[in-house]
Each structure stands twice: as C-alpha cells, then as structure tokens.
C-alpha cells in the first residue's frame, strides 16, 4: 500500500516536497515513480528512481527543478519540486514496480498511491 501526502496550493516559483510511505517489508525491492495527471490529459510520468537510488530519471520539462529521492529504512520515496509553475498543476500519484526498475510507462508499475493534488497559482 502506497499514501502519498504533501499536496498543496503554492504561487508560482514556490516550493513542495511530496512524500509517498510504503507499507511492507519489501519497499527496497521496488522501482519507485512519480506520475501526474491534469484535468483532461493523460497521467504522464514524472520522476522515476530503481531500487537502489543509482539510476533515476526526469521528463524533461521537470529537469533541474525536481528531485527524487528515496529512503529505503523509512519506506519512503519523496519528490522535492522546486520552482513551481502553473503547468506543474495536476493531482500527483506515486507508484511501486516489482522488477525495481525505473519505467517511463503507467503500465508497468504494480502498486499506486491515491494521489496528492497541487495546485500552482499564476
């Protein structure tokens, strides 16, 4: 089971940090995303890190101003977003794959969050 929290309204240029727990013995196994989706579009993928924290990876309209990071002894995969903007606005859902892998598409991960909305204000 996957909670994400952190979900808020910010101005443009401000800051969240979002956080997604896990329960269970096995969360170190698992390849962690960071998905989004906006009132009328598709969910699209975010942010990913594998297992270990050594391979990770950003869409790139989020590069170089969101962070992924995991702490596998707290369960717990976080996404710092930095230098927020109005198109950042979308309900943001974690998700969990058994290969431990990064993945790119929504299919492939096994286990979801209920999302946190955020709200960017232009």
């Known amino acids: 089971q996957l909670q994400a929290s952190g979900g808020g309204l910010v101005q443009a240029g401000g800051s969240l940090r979002l956080s997604c727990a896990a329960s269970?013995?096995?969360?170190?196994?698992?390849?962690m995303g960071w998905f989004r989706q906006a009132p009328g579009r598709e969910r699209e993928f975010v942010a990913g890190?594998?297992?270990?924290?050594?391979?990770?990876y950003y869409r790139d309209s989020v590069k170089g101003r969101f962070t992924i990071s995991r702490d596998n002894a707290k369960n717990t995969v976080y996404l710092q977003m930095n230098s927020l903007k109005f198109e950042d606005t979308a309900v943001y859902f974690c998700?969990?794959?058994?290969?431990?892998?990064?993945?790119?598409?929504?299919?492939?991960?096994?286990?979801w969050g209920q999302g946190t909305l955020v709200t960017v204000s232009s």
């Open positions: 890190v594998n297992w270990s924290g050594n391979s990770i």
């Open positions: 998700a969990a794959n058994n290969r431990g892998l990064v993945n790119f598409d929504a299919r492939m991960y096994d286990y």
């Open positions: 269970g013995r096995t969360f170190s196994n698992y390849g």
